[in-house]
Nanobody, 125 residues
Framework: QVQLVESGEGLVQAGGSRRLSCAASGRTFTWYIIGWFRQAPRKEREFVATINQNGGVTYYADSVKGRFTISRDNAKNTVYLQMNSLKPEDTAVYYC??????WGRGYSKEDFGSWGQGTQVTVSS
């Protein structure tokens, strides 16, 4: 079992940047595909980005493509989400999770598990 803890909570002005971290402990981190999701008030949890085990392949939701970058440092057991050109609609609780599917086989929240507790990002207009 792997445990995930997100950090990077904060308030950002529109157009600004923020970096989130997802630190893992437990079983071998390099085994896992990691994803970032977010959940805004009164909305479903939605996929944001995912990265494969060695960090060489990534995939993004259309809503964040070109603005967000997912990366990982396996030596530090950490996945990052660099968020640039933030918009008020990016306001949400951001979660990281472990994929239960092979690469490219699923990006819904049902395909992921071992969720962290989430970290709040608020973008002011």
């Amino acid at each position: 079992q792997v445990q995930l803890v997100e950090s990077g909570e904060g308030l950002v002005q529109a157009g600004g940047s923020r970096r989130l971290s997802c630190a893992a402990s437990g079983r071998t981190f390099t085994w896992y595909i990691i994803g970032w999701f977010r959940q805004a008030p009164r909305k479903e949890r939605e996929f944001v980005a995912t990265i494969n085990q060695n960090g060489g392949v990534t995939y993004y939701a259309d809503s964040v493509k070109g603005r967000f970058t997912i990366s990982r440092d396996n030596a530090k057991n950490t996945v990052y989400l660099q968020m640039n050109s933030l918009k008020p609609e990016d306001t949400a609780v951001y979660y990281c999770a472990v994929s239960h599917k092979p690469w490219g086989r699923g990006y819904s929240k049902e395909d992921f598990g071992s969720w962290g507790q989430g970290t709040q990002v608020t973008v002011s207009s």
